[in-house]
T-cell receptor, first 115, second 114 residues
């Protein structure tokens, strides 16, 4: 069974640019969540996708957007990058819906640096 | 609203000593509670979870946690620390309705002294 994978591993962008991060969910999982983890902080919820629809969003501006595809993989897009967007971006998948009972399985993350 | 407070951003223990990492939660509805571990430059690995069954939860690598509703706590313990336990530990809370997103604490860095 393949776990959650993310690409790329590291990324360096310039302020004002746009970036796309990718996530492949664990086999059999239809729910994907994205989190931002700033240095020295706990992860913060960005949004969640369930069966290709956004199913909840944290306190992030609209320039953070996402997609989920029919195979349940997902993308996180960030427009107009700011220096404070520098962080580890974590993707997590879970096996079933939105009941809250299912633990989330995390990928290794993408380290984004904005200069 | 849900939130988690982890007391102590850094904890140091000697190898073989008891590990105790503290977590208090706030939730307006019955919570689900989780402990995750993060090794350097890696993602998060689930240690254990509480989902309203037994209040004493056993996890991987010898860790366990006890849900105490009266104290709104979910402290993580391990009887005997091992060098490989050195990592960052996060407590998180989720709820039973809506998106099952996790609210994380700020983490506790555990150092194990040989």
């Amino acid at each position: 069974e393949t776990g959650v994978t993310q690409s790329p591993t590291h990324l360096i962008k310039t302020r004002g640019q746009q970036v796309t991060l990718r996530c492949s969910s664990q086999s059999g999982h239809n729910t994907v969540s994205w989190y931002q983890q700033a240095l020295g902080q706990g992860p913060q919820f960005i949004f969640q996708y369930y069966r290709e629809e956004e199913n909840g969003r944290g306190n992030f501006p609209p320039r953070f957007s996402g997609l989920q595809f029919p195979n349940y993989s997902s993308e996180l897009n960030v427009n107009a990058l700011e220096l404070d967007d520098s962080a580890l971006y974590l993707c997590a998948s879970s096996p079933g819906g939105t009941s809250g009972t299912y633990e989330q399985y995390f990928g290794p993350g993408t380290r984004l640096t904005v200069t | 609203a849900q939130s988690v407070t982890q007391l102590g951003s850094h904890v140091s223990v000697s190898e073989g000593a008891l590990v105790l990492l503290r977590c208090n939660y706030s939730s307006s509805v019955p919570p689900y509670l989780f402990w995750y571990v993060q090794y350097p430059n890696q993602g998060l690995q689930l240690l254990l979870k509480y989902t309203s069954a037994a209040t004493l939860v056993k996890g991987i690598n010898g860790f366990e946690a006890e849900f105490k509703k009266s104290e709104t706590s979910f402290h993580l313990t391990k009887p005997s620390a091992h060098m490989s336990d050195a990592a960052e530990y996060f407590c998180a809370v989720s709820v039973k309705t809506g998106a099952n997103n996790l609210f994380f604490g700020t983490g506790t860095r555990l150092t194990v002294i040989p």
